[in-house]
């Protein structure tokens, strides 16, 4: 009966030289791209704003006509007009064509509506101070926007990452922040010494659903995540700001992404996080891992364990992303030069991960029939112990103790003969006479009553009844 060669792992754990945060850091910032999504990443403000335009990024247009809130899905809704039209009881078409008012409260950071001015879009098409302005006035919004004189853009809020300009406060917020910071009061949240310090370093950027903020994380979080993102980034699916804000949002007060604990991260705070988010999470520290291991000079072919987080495998040919979890462990393998060997194969070829398992399966069947003849030592192979081995692979069984289809046992006679053909192309079999290699006839054919064969209770449970 066969045994998995490759075992699951609940993390990447490779032993590597000690190395200093600041070391860490720097290789970081060598190695990220600085022309990364150009037109959504703001690295001065740490924020993203997703081009709805974009097909890497999932954020589409609500199909509200003049909303200019981002809809989760293509031709859909955000989350304001989807509950106005459930609760209209109108079918698509029809909201569409009903008009309504709609609160104006814009999230982008766009510029007033009174020419030359500076100030960021607040409410009516014009920003903080000319809508206060406005206010006072007996005039339409169209003749004040004609009469005004344009203002000059103030610094922005003191809240990290925040690129909105300041109202006319001494609290240097902007009027989000602002109003926040006054209900935080009102309701005693905050406290009453150093009560603006510590609401400003406690706050985070206001963002669409759209965009994400890295501000307000660590330094090396910060450099973690972007360089894990770019990384991701060059693969699918598209890249889906909601769940880089999630994520972002779990990682305050953490000191590395990469030694983050994924449970106290996905799972923890009261937040059940879906598949698609753990499984981001495991990406991230999977490129980080993999830069780690590019830092610290680690070999991650070392031994005879490797992580396949870090081998940069693909699952197969029809799956062609990258395998993420588990181990090879090549210890299965128990005649040395053959472990070698394999070894050897697997580092030069770089094969998909189901051809690696299929290729250890082999290469174990082949060692144990080696190893129970007594032909450990390489010089004493021929002919004969090769069809030993290829009679050992036409037992090969499932874990249920069914035979593997006849196929699929001749695919595994193919991948040792590959390691082997590799090992004698390359020098390492040197000891190893070439009478020891698969021939025109050995090869595995279905018998007739084979499926039957399969079904048949093993003699173990037999015995036992």
């Known amino acids: ?20 945060d600041d070391a860490w850091l720097e290789w970081l910032v060598g190695h990220i791209d600085l022309q990364w999504r150009v037109a959504e990443w703001d690295p001065s403000l740490w924020l993203f704003t997703g081009d709805l335009t974009n097909t890497r990024t999932a954020a589409w247009p609500c199909r509200t006509k003049g909303c200019p809130t981002p809809a989760h899905r293509l031709d859909g809704r955000c989350y304001t007009c989807g509950r106005e039209r459930a609760a209209s009881n109108l079918s698509d078409e029809g909201f569409d064509l009903q008009p309504r008012r709609r609160l104006d409260r814009p999230m982008s950071s ?13 409410c009516r098409g014009l920003c903080h101070r000319h809508e206060r302005s406005w206010r006072h ?13 344009p203002l000059t853009r103030r610094q922005l809020c003191a809240v990290a990452g925040c690129g909105r300009e300041r109202i006319s406060s001494p609290r240097r917020l902007c009027a989000f922040h602002n109003a926040r910071f006054q ?95 753990r499984g981001m999470f ?66 030069t070829t770089h094969p998909y991960l189901q051809k690696l398992r299929e290729v250890l399966m082999a290469c174990r069947a082949a060692s144990s029939v080696l190893i129970a003849s007594g032909h450990e030592d390489p010089v004493t192979l021929g ?3 090769f069809a030993s081995v290829v009679q050992a692979i036409s037992a090969e069984r499932r874990a249920d103790a069914t035979l593997y289809s006849a196929a699929h046992r001749n695919l ?13 192309l390359n020098g390492l079999m040197g000891e190893v006479p070439g009478s020891f290699g ?8 279905k018998q007739t009553n084979e499926d039957e064969i399969g079904k048949a209770l093993p003699d173990v449970v037999i015995s036992h009844s």
């Open 110 to 122: 766009d510029p007033c509506a009174v020419p030359g001015c500076e100030g960021d879009y607040s």
């Open 137 to 149: 006035t007996n005039m339409s919004v169209a003749d004040f926007i004609a009469r005004a004189r």
């Open 1 to 20: 009966m066969s045994t998995p060669a490759l075992r699951r792992a609940t993390g990447l754990a490779v032993v590597a030289p000690a190395t200093s």
């Open 383 to 385: 002919a004969g112990e």
């Open 183 to 277: 209900r935080a009061q009102l309701s005693g949240i905050a406290p009453p010494l150093d009560a603006l310090a510590r609401f400003i370093e406690g706050e985070r950027p206001r963002t669409a659903s759209n965009q994400f903020s890295m501000a307000g994380l660590s330094v090396l979080v910060r450099h973690e995540l972007l360089y894990g993102l770019q990384q991701r980034d060059k693969m699918p699916p598209p890249l889906d700001p909601r769940q880089i804000w999630r994520i972002a949002r779990r990682l305050a007060g953490a000191k590395s992404l990469r030694l983050a604990d994924a449970e106290a991260i996905c799972e923890s705070g009261g937040i059940q996080y879906n598949s698609v988010i």
């Open 282 to 347: 495991r990406d991230l520290q999977r490129h980080l891992q993999r830069a780690w291991v590019a830092h610290t000079g680690t070999d991650p072919y070392a031994g005879d364990v490797w992580e396949v987080g870090l081998l940069d495998l693909q699952l197969n040919g029809s799956r062609r992303w990258a395998a993420r979890l588990g181990v090879v462990d090549f210890a299965a393998i128990k005649l040395p030069w053959l472990r070698e060997v394999a070894k050897d194969w697997a580092r």
């Open 412 to 424: 595994l006679l193919c991948r040792l003969h590959e390691v082997i053909e590799h090992g004698r």
């Open 438 to 445: 698969r021939g025109k006839t050995h090869r595995i054919t």
